[in-house]
């Protein structure tokens, strides 16, 4: 059985070829550059004004104080989105709004709170510093200047950046096509409807799976439930291969040591092609019948990730190590799940010797974030998972983590959740 930390060095190492494309910047919301993006021109790409009010040429004002203060005529006003070129002629000054464009030789705007208006126009009581309120020409970012770097994620912010510098397309990597399938002769797919028979559950993870791989903005195909048969599984998985043009391949069930666990035995013997299986078990928990693979075809490679049947361990599996893989092979810079430090509401204890993964859910105080269980940690409460904000890592040499002490958990998706003391 492997340690946590060696199964996730192997996992560095599995194939998973990537293609790119080019996408007009407003279809790659959620997509991961594959190049360096580089500005077109600068940011902002004119002097403009940061307020509405007045600006001057500073030689003009230098001598206002409140004693003595300078008045100066208007000559003109500009607006947002004025295309002129403008000049302040000498000894006046021009109305300016927010976002217009500076005249060439102004250099310096005082917004309209600061000034007094009288008959002879604008009165000025103090002269402020050179460039006051102005957003100078290229002062974000040059043309040429590097705006986003490969393996960043596009978002709202980061698509509003390149656009503002004048980029209109992005390479970005190809979504890889993930094929997910389950393993159960209990399993019944809920989209079929019907209801349960006794000895029957509900298909969740290969819907669970799908909506985790959506989440992050990958296509996932579904390849079906395998019987607990060597010919029924064996028969997925090459229909998974040959039919379904998957670039990557995760299942659940079948990888435990029950005398109808097959997918090891299927694997082992694929006609057609060779699979290499790098691991069976690793000395976590819940999760540890888990398994990794490469299936060779004559055309790619095609990585495999063997996650148990239970539904929470299945969705474990899917944070700590599908997740991360898809994300390391996208060149992102922390393919992780978020972390952040906590201090323990109460005391947590463990059994046995692996590195367990404790759902907790977080209660934000004035000065400090404090950890609690979400109860039941068996890898069939999905209440507990659905219930936490967050992932204790529980060290494998450790049996006690007393209250008050302060460590790092893993944060999960999801912005929105009740302290889980509702159910109690």
């Given at each position: 059985m492997l340690s946590f930390a060696e199964a996730k060095e192997r996992i560095t190492h599995l194939p998973l070829p990537l293609q790119?494309?080019?996408?007009?910047?407003?279809?790659?919301?959620?997509?991961?550059?594959?190049?360096?993006?580089?500005?077109?021109?600068?940011?902002?790409?004119?002097?403009n004004s940061a307020m509405d009010g007045y600006v001057f040429r500073q030689e003009d004002i230098l001598n206002a104080t409140p004693e003595t203060p300078v008045c100066l005529p208007l000559s003109g006003?500009?607006?947002?989105?004025?295309?002129?070129?403008?000049?302040?002629?000498?000894?006046?000054?021009?109305?300016?709004?927010?976002?217009?464009?500076?005249?060439?030789?102004?250099?310096?705007?005082?917004?309209?709170?600061?000034?007094?208006?009288?008959?002879?126009?604008?009165?000025?009581?103090?002269?402020?510093?050179l460039w006051n309120n102005i957003r100078q020409k290229g002062e974000e970012?040059?043309?040429?200047?590097?705006?986003?770097?490969?393996?960043?994620?596009?978002?709202?912010?980061?698509?509003?950046?390149?656009?503002s510098a004048s980029v209109h397309e992005v390479t970005v990597w190809k979504v890889p096509n993930i094929g997910i399938l389950s393993t159960g002769d209990e399993l019944k797919d809920p989209r079929q409807g019907g209801t349960l028979e006794t000895g029957q559950i509900w298909a969740t993870n290969s819907i669970n799976l799908q909506m985790a791989f959506q989440s992050l903005g990958m296509n996932t195909i579904d390849c079906g439930i395998a019987k607990d048969t060597l010919q029924s599984t064996t028969e997925t998985f090459i229909h998974a291969i040959e039919t379904q043009q998957c670039d990557m391949l995760v299942s659940?069930?079948?990888?435990?040591?029950?005398?109808?666990?097959?997918?090891?035995?299927?694997?082992?013997?694929?006609?057609?092609?060779?699979?290499?299986?790098?691991?069976?078990?690793?000395r976590m928990k819940p999760g540890k019948p888990v398994a990794i693979g490469v299936i060779y075809t004559p055309t790619k490679e095609i990585p495999l990730f063997a996650l148990p049947g239970n539904p929470v361990s299945a969705l474990m599996g899917f944070y700590q190590f599908v997740q991360p893989f898809v994300f390391q092979k996208m060149g992102m810079s922390n393919p992780e799940l978020p972390?952040?430090?906590?201090?323990?509401?109460?005391?947590?204890?463990?059994?046995?010797?692996?590195l367990e993964f404790v759902r907790v859910w977080l209660q934000e105080t004035s000065t400090e974030t404090l950890a609690f269980s979400t109860g039941n940690q068996s890898s069939a409460w999905m209440s507990s998972l659905a219930d936490a904000s967050a992932l204790l890592p529980f060290p494998a040499d450790q049996t006690r983590l007393a209250k008050g002490t302060k460590l790092q958990v893993q944060r999960l998706p999801g912005l929105s959740k009740w302290p889980a003391t509702w159910r109690t």
């Open positions: 790119t494309e080019r996408l007009p910047l407003w279809q790659a919301n959620g997509r991961t550059l594959a190049l360096d993006l580089y500005a077109k021109q600068d940011l902002p790409a004119w002097s006003t500009i607006q947002a989105g004025d295309t002129r070129v403008h000049t302040i002629a000498p000894h006046t000054c021009m109305r300016i709004f927010t976002g217009a464009p500076v005249p060439q030789n102004g250099n310096l705007v005082i917004m309209q709170e600061n000034v007094a208006l009288t008959k002879d126009g604008i009165a000025i009581h103090q002269c402020p510093k970012a040059k043309s040429g200047a590097l705006l986003l770097r490969k393996g960043s994620t596009l978002d709202a912010a980061a698509i509003g950046l390149a656009l659940t069930g079948g990888v435990s040591v029950g005398d109808f666990d097959v997918v090891h035995k299927a694997l082992n013997d694929l006609p057609g092609y060779r699979v290499e299986m790098n691991f069976w078990k690793v972390t952040q430090w906590v201090t323990l509401g109460e005391d947590f204890t463990k059994r046995g010797s692996r």
